[in-house]
């Protein structure tokens, strides 16, 4: 990818849409590997939201947020831009869902905006506010603020810094068991912050943080032009290429679990399955797909545990 930057995990279909703020594009990642590009570009695509089932993006080089429509995109808010182009970053929905929060990095401020445009609360007293992240259980964010080296938290109309210490901090979320993750550009580091300790280190300009269906920890490299999937609980892998399949032949697949992950796994949906073999504590599945009448026919299999769910996708032929 052209300097993937910021990401957004869509639960419905299991695809990661990437900001590529190399050349404006919106990549959607459906599978390790697979590509697809939406049509709209935005210049120095930033952070991506998704409410109602619209998707919104952080256009940094307009110092504004874009809709994307059928037809191309539609101006929703437009900030005052500064003369060295760092306009806002990461924006995110707000936890109710029904609206956008809006780093307005370079004037040091995060703004609640609905999705007509208007600005419905603004927090002062950042330094640059790069990312936010929605914590539905508070009704707050999370705000990385990259020049104070700094997470806060909005939460009850106050806010609160949480760390500091973190030179550069781009983005910032909460994992289930509450600790704060956070990503440092400059050092190469996805660090725990609550507790210290490095979680992944050797990262090239990592730029995106998020989460996918099963909390494992999606982040991307610049640098690299690559997204990155840290398994913190447990992933699917399936066979690549297209699966040559005799009659009645199942194809199976492996569970990739993080250390100590034991808990039950199911297979909750497989297109066209006759039958499944669910992986439960284990580390192996099977599925055996109908009749392929095509050249190659395609298999979603969601995978369900206490953790979350998780999609793979698999070609085969018959």
């Not at 809709?67 to 707000?94: F, H, K, W, Y």
């Not at 109710?96 to 780093?103: A, K």
């Not at 599945?285 to 299999?301: F, H, K, N």
């Amino acid at each position: 990818m052209n300097v993937p930057d910021d990401l957004l995990y869509v639960p419905d279909d299991g695809s990661v849409l990437v900001g590529e703020h190399g050349d404006g594009h919106i990549a959607r990642v459906v599978a390790p590997g697979k590509v697809q590009r939406l049509p709209q570009v935005v210049p120095e695509a930033e952070g991506i939201a998704m409410v109602g089932g619209t998707t919104y993006v952080a256009d940094q080089f307009n110092a504004r947020v874009v809709a994307l429509t059928d037809t191309g995109m539609r101006t929703v808010l437009q900030l005052q831009p500064v003369a060295s182009g760092e306009n806002l970053d990461g924006i995110s929905a707000t936890t109710d869902g029904t609206g956008l929060v809006v780093p307005d990095s370079p004037h040091g401020v995060v703004l609640l905006v609905d999705t007509g445009g208007h600005v419905t609360k603004r927090f002062t007293g950042f330094s640059r506010p790069a990312g936010s992240w929605p914590e539905p259980g508070n009704g707050g964010y999370l705000i990385s603020d990259e020049n104070a080296s700094a997470v806060f938290e909005i939460a009850g109309g106050r806010v609160t810094k949480l760390a500091g210490g973190l030179p550069g901090v781009d983005d910032a979320l909460r994992t289930s068991d509450a600790h704060v993750l956070a990503i440092l550009p400059g050092a190469g580091r996805l660090v725990d912050v609550s507790t210290g300790r490095n979680v992944a280190t050797g990262l090239r300009n990592p730029q995106g943080l998020g989460f996918d269906g099963a909390q494992n920890v999606l982040v991307t490299e610049s640098d690299s032009g690559r997204l990155d999937l840290v398994v913190t609980t447990f992933v699917a892998e399936v066979p690549s290429g297209t699966v040559q399949l005799a009659p009645g032949q199942g194809i199976c697949f492996d569970l990739l679990r993080a250390p100590g992950n034991t808990e039950e796994v199911k297979v909750h949906r497989a297109t066209g399955a006759l039958s499944v073999t669910d992986p439960l504590t284990g580390s192996q599945g099977e599925v055996v797909p109908a009749r392929c009448p095509l050249d190659a026919c395609s298999m979603t299999i969601e995978l369900q545990g206490p953790s979350g769910t998780e999609f793979a996708q698999v070609s085969y032929r018959d």
